[in-house]
């Protein structure tokens, strides 16, 4: 993995992160490089709650912004910001409003690597628009300025047309802290955590190369 | 949230009749029903702090229930009701969680905005 300036990943909900690039993540702050996560949202509309439930409609934000920030403790992220928009609306929300505060972070932070979604191909409307806002911020740059920009996508049709992930990340060395991650965002995660334990025990053979390995597409113009 | 209380959420419902409320309605089979099951017609609504006052509320049914709203002009209603709560801020927040625990539909009623 190349050494980068600063990374800024921008993802729409509290556990984007856990799932995708919280290894990668992990790993650019034990080298040493600031990393910078714009969470646009608190996954207001999750629809787990605990079984049996112990959060409610009104107490899930309170809670999910709680994991969140134990989430980025995980990982080692020094700089965590909370946007304050709704779970499910970015889509409807004013496009140039969510471009200019993609590129406004752009400019103060400079980042060498921009992490999000890769448009098209990341199922939830939230991923989508978030994601078509950051590739709109990054092709408005002059085209050298602009930093890398590489993309989680996990749409069943990923694959077919976009081909294989030209980036695969082996976070073994970290992969205790992926799991403290997992673990930090416990209304979502909790019914499927459970048998982890059981399954790093038995060396199954799909979950390790799923939580060890990262994949990421670099976005073309 | 606890399961539904028959007789406790009639009376949460009887209370909040005939004054201005705030209503939160929802319905969702989460946003990845048709990434897991690509035959799966994905649909739902949602509605925060409409602002209504209704004549008189009922739940019916022996569980899920429905619970419907009387307006002076239209309905509101929900079904596959089952959990409840009154919370501190004196609210009342229906949820209708699936076999998994998931929320499937929730119904909120509160004298003062919802966040």
Known sequence: MEKE?????IFPHPDDEAFSVSGTLALHREAGTP?????LTLGEMGRNLGNPPFATRESLPKIRKKELIDAANAIGIQDLRMLGLRDKTIEFEDDEKLTSLFTDAINELNPSLIITFYPGYSVHPDHEATARAVVRAVERMEEKERPKLHCV?????CIDELGQPDIVHDITAVEEKKVATFTAHRSQTEAMVIDWKEKFENQDADFLDWIRKERLW???? | ????????VQNAIDSFAGQDVYLHLETTN???ATHVDEAFFSAGAYIRNAFIQYEHGKI?????????????IGWV???GVNHFEMDEQGRLLLAGLDFSGKLAVSMQLSPTPFE
């Open chain 1, 5 to 9: 300036r600063h990374v800024l990943v």
């Open chain 1, 35 to 39: 990393v910078t996560y714009l969470c």
């Open chain 1, 153 to 157: 996508a996990f749409s069943n049709n």
């Open chain 1, 218 to 221: 670099t976005y073309k113009f």
């Open chain 2, 1 to 8: 949230m606890k399961p539904i209380d028959r007789t406790e």
């Open chain 2, 30 to 32: 989460g946003a990845y």
């Open chain 2, 60 to 72: 019916v049914g022996d569980g899920p229930y429905r619970i419907g709203l009387k307006l002076n």
């Open chain 2, 77 to 79: 209603y929900a079904e």
